[in-house]
């Protein structure tokens, strides 16, 4: 079982190239097809869209708690891969699914206890908790099948495949968009459910990930067990997950947090540039899809090496991912720069909104290779088991976007609170490249001493 996808003894960049590529079509799905979501409920009126939209907060919350959650099990799961201790692996990922499990089930239980009070302290109508209440009803009933999913498949790209949770997201969302239009508007021999028909097709999409991947885990990577856990054992097993996890929830969680600070402060200029802003995040996301892939397979990468004391392989893996973002995201920004107006023209017909959505695309996507060097070096610390490095990258960066972005906006407007963004991913580049520094330096003086040590050991031996 060990070394099972080539990441202790295959060429660093083919394994790289191997685990990154499919994560990037799976990535590339799910931002399609929540996409096409989005589209099919704006056809049933402006109430329910914006009633979505204030279910955003919520459920990017109990993603960011997932996502943490498999980080964490995906880096410690590594290390012992590494190692070569998979009854180890496999108590540990039974146990991160329990933890998930209950952390889940905790959050359904609060949320559908409160969604009337929640959503009207965040500002709602009672014309949308109407509509809030027939979504987020359904959607808390269906987030095991989210999570669990979401974890479990951190736990097999932990072993080196990303192939197959990258299939299983891409089929599942196929699925979701054909239920979609069938659920909502009653197509067929389908009731008509309205948004709840929403809530219900992403469901039972999420099903068809829950049972695949609790497959994979059981019968293919034999990392399931149906024992009962001793209790020590387990809470041992969620420490060492939620050391990393927790840490990595909370920087998943400060993108929106910037985001609608960001957004409160264009409101202050005007609407168009805040339209301007929501289109260009969701652009954003898609030219970052490669890089967001390359980080993401960096931490179980890493942590395998790592552990099984491989720093050159780590080193290597490092500088091929600076590499890479440095090269790939600089000649994603010239193709950028030279049809930011026809790319603007593709999300609003509104003058005043092409022209502030033109100049984002100007400004923000030239920071983009910093900013993918800080997502690698993160990703890389919490390989190392460093999350408070990685965390602290993360918040540097928030802080960097409030304090510059409300500088510019000041002095300069709009314009300005764009290059102010784009100044502080420049820093927190530049930060990270600091800790990569740090990193090369340490990993070399573990090379030397393991040389030093191998020649003495060959001179006694002789």
Not at 128 to 146: E, G, R
Not at 166 to 179: D, P
């Amino acid at each position: 079982m060990k070394d099972k996808h080539g990441l202790l003894s295959a060429p660093v960049s083919q394994v790289m190239t191997k685990m990154a590529v499919p994560m990037a079509y799976g990535l590339l799905a799910v931002l399609g097809f929540s996409l096409v979501d989005t589209y099919f409920v704006s056809l049933l009126g402006t109430q329910a869209l914006a009633a979505i939209s204030f279910t955003f907060p919520v459920t990017f919350f109990v993603s960011a708690l997932a996502m943490g959650i498999g980080t964490g099990l995906s880096a410690c799961l590594a290390r012992l891969l590494g190692q070569g201790l998979h009854q180890d692996a496999a108590r540990l990922t039974s146990d991160g699914l329990l933890l998930a499990l209950t952390l889940v089930l905790s959050v359904a239980a609060i949320g559908i206890s409160s969604i009337q009070p929640l959503f009207k302290l965040l500002g709602a109508s009672d014309s949308l908790i109407v509509y809030i209440q027939d979504y987020m009803f359904y959607w808390y009933v269906a987030i095991p099948f989210l999570v669990i999913p979401m974890v479990g498949n951190a736990a097999i790209r932990a072993t080196g495949d990303t192939k197959t949770p990258s299939r299983v997201m891409i089929i599942a969302g196929f699925m979701n968009g054909i239920l979609d239009p069938l659920l909502i508007f009653g197509i067929g021999p389908f009731p008509e459910l309205g948004v709840k028909g929403a809530a219900i097709a992403s469901g039972l999409s999420w099903l068809i990930t829950f049972a695949v991947a609790l497959y994979l885990l059981r019968y293919r990577e034999q990392l399931l067990l149906l024992s009962k856990p001793k209790l020590t054992d387990m809470l041992r097993n969620w420490r060492k997950i939620a050391v990393i996890g927790m840490p990595a929830s909370l920087t998943n969680m400060l993108s929106p947090v910037n985001n609608a600070f960001v957004m409160w402060q264009l409101a202050a200029f005007s609407t168009t540039a805040v339209a301007a802003y929501g289109a260009g995040t969701r652009i954003e996301a898609i030219f970052l899809v490669g890089m967001i892939a390359v980080s993401s397979m960096l931490s179980p990468f890493i942590a395998q090496n790592s552990s099984a004391n491989n720093p050159q392989r780590c080193l290597t893996a490092i500088k091929l991912a600076i590499r890479y973002s440095l090269i790939s995201q600089l000649t994603i920004y010239l193709v950028i720069a030279l049809t930011a107006p026809y790319i603007a023209t593709l999300f609003s017909d509104d003058v005043e909104v092409i022209s502030h959505l033109s100049l984002y695309l100007y400004i923000i996507p030239a920071s983009f290779a910093m900013q993918g060097v800080m997502m690698a070096i993160a990703s890389s610390l919490n390989g190392f088991n460093r999350p408070i490095a990685a965390l602290s990258l993360s918040l540097s960066r928030s802080l960097l976007i409030i304090s510059l972005s409300s500088i510019g906006g000041y002095y300069y407007g709009e314009n300005g609170i764009f290059c102010g963004i784009a100044s502080a991913n420049v820093l927190v580049g530049l930060l990270a490249l600091y800790y990569a520094q740090k990193l090369q330096i340490e990993l070399q003086r573990k090379l030397q001493f393991e040389v030093v040590s191998t020649t003495e050991t060959q001179s006694r031996s002789k």
